[in-house]
């Protein structure tokens, strides 16, 4: 009798398990579907449990397959294939699949306005990629409501004017040290130039940058951290194609494995500093020790403290996010310099200018370098370290006259709305700095038009750090050196969970010193 009755509840059990899968990977897409396609959206259709994502990642092969000429700025057919193909055929708003989640893909920019510049936290930051929280740990970026009010109160402090002014030594101090590698192959060499792979030299300053303003005096242990990270970022990218099934990234493969080392190192690593500092009561000058301060004893429980556990988040983001944006910044806007030898030309007669003789270019006076600060508005448009944004409904809502269901997932494209000519004009797919002559609000058709940084009340805390950051190193070395592209290198952009030369950016650099 108790054993026909157990059968029975299992049997029950299976089939209310199976009811609801079916319902949520099969009906539920279709019905979706059909409300959506009653209001005029329309998209690619649902497939079973993969949704669009098989599409995207044969489109997404063929477009990487496609070397670019080194003029062209459309890097869209290597990037997001799939979203051209179907704004072609659907129109600037479409519906399109990530499994079984529906997501709107829009480029039109009051949608794109209202989604953004939203504060009554409707629109909430999602990881999408589970991977993505290994990576920039569970931080700022990707809090939401009054969790993410506290947090930004409480980091904001750590990007004000004293905190970038005291970065910008720092800053100085690492390219010097990278520029000196850079004489010293060329002396053992007997050469006035040398090649050098752009990317991995952009990465280590801005690592170096990074891990001292962070953690001071250990700066090694956080080189140990990056070097973790930057594996789990590789790891990452490559858990995008992984099939949509729940609970995919908890079964034991070879690559969830590593990651999850990884992900104990990173914890461990951190946490061991932050215990260390507790112990002495030596917290620091550096952004770890502004946070420590605040959970010294005696500093009372406020909402603004953070818990050990959200400082090892926070230490994390710092450290991917941070990094990867800088780093990016600094190796694309070095192609544009080399590939346009006249803007070289003009950025450096204006560092000159502004900074004659030994003088480091640090200070108020970056203001004053209009060009270079035009190029780099320009490289975040045509080569910004995100090639999308994203959010998540919190509940039901209305966009553009659209009834859209909670847990819609909104994509906004910066590739291709960085390329729209109806916002930016008919050279949108050329390289032109001077359309930022008059500010980035007058660049486009819409004054927020440049979404690199994000918009609204989400948009990137560091960005004036990171900006400073890059001025700082371009600025720097374009007084010593001069670039051009090698021969050897191949332009194919490729989203690498960032935005990123796929075979790197070697360039031929030459001390501008000895050929005076």
């Known amino acids: 009798m108790e054993a026909n009755l157990v059968q029975a509840l299992a049997a029950v059990l299976i089939l209310l398990v199976t009811t609801r899968a079916l319902w949520y990977l099969l009906w539920r897409p279709y019905a979706l579907a059909r409300w959506f396609r009653q209001q005029g959206i329309r998209g690619p259709p649902y497939k079973f449990l993969v949704g669009s994502l098989t599409d995207c990642q044969s489109m997404l092969v063929a477009g990487r ?72 740990g569970n931080g700022v970026i990707f809090a939401n409501g009054d969790d993410w009010k506290r947090r930004r109160k409480f980091i904001h402090p750590a990007f004000n004017q004293e905190k970038i002014k005291s970065m910008s030594a720092i800053t100085l101090e690492c390219t010097h040290q990278m520029m000196e590698r850079w004489r010293t192959e060329m002396q053992e060499n007997n050469m006035q130039q040398a090649e050098i792979d752009m990317m991995h030299d952009s990465d280590e300053i801005a690592m170096c940058v990074i891990a001292r303003v962070m953690l001071g005096k250990n700066y090694k242990e956080a080189w140990e951290v990056f070097m973790a990270g930057r594996e789990q970022m590789k790891l990452a990218a490559y858990a995008f194609a992984d099939p949509p099934v729940p609970g995919f990234r908890y079964l034991p493969t070879s690559r969830n494995r590593r990651t999850w080392q990884l992900d104990k190192l990173v914890r461990t690593k951190i946490s061991e500093i932050i215990e260390a500092r507790h112990a002495t009561g030596v917290y620091g000058n550096d952004l770890l020790g502004q946070m420590l301060w605040l959970q010294r004893p005696g500093a009372g429980a406020t909402a603004e403290t953070l818990s050990t556990e959200e400082m090892v988040g926070e230490c994390r983001t710092f450290f991917m996010a941070g990094y990867e944006t800088s780093a990016n910044l600094i190796t694309w806007a070095m192609f544009l310099l080399a590939r346009y030898p006249r803007w070289q030309e003009m950025v450096r007669d204006e560092v000159v200018r502004e900074y004659p003789a030994h003088q480091p270019p640090l200070g108020d006076a970056l203001g004053k370098l209009k060009l270079l600060n035009m190029l780099l508005l320009e490289t975040l448009r045509l080569y910004g370290p995100l090639s999308f944004l994203q959010r998540k409904t919190a509940s039901d ?110 360039l031929i650099v030459r001390n501008l010193q000895l050929t005076q």
């Open 65 to 136: 397959a496609k070397d670019l000429d080194t003029s062209s700025h459309d890097c869209v057919s290597t990037v997001q294939p799939f979203f051209r193909k179907w704004s072609s055929l659907y129109g600037k708003t479409f519906l399109y699949w990530l499994g079984p989640t529906p997501a709107l893909c829009t480029t039109d920019m009051e949608v794109v306005k209202k989604v953004l510049s939203d504060r009554t936290d409707m629109f909430q930051k999602d990881y999408l990629n589970p991977s993505l929280e290994a990576i920039l």
């Open 397 to 506: 809502t209305i966009l553009a006259h659209v009834k859209v269901p909670k847990g819609t997932m909104i994509t906004i494209p910066l590739v291709m709305l960085h390329r729209d000519k109806e916002v930016w004009g008919p050279d949108a797919d050329e390289f032109n700095p001077m359309r930022f002559q008059n500010g980035f609000s007058r660049a486009a058709k819409h004054s927020h038009a440049l979404l690199a940084f994000s918009y609204g009340p989400r948009v990137c805390v560091g960005q004036n750090f990171a900006m400073v950051e890059v001025q700082i190193v371009i600025a720097t070395m374009l007084k010593s050196f001069s670039f051009s592209l090698s021969p050897t290198y191949v332009h194919k952009p490729s989203n690498f969970v960032t935005l990123t030369p796929k075979y790197g950016l070697p």
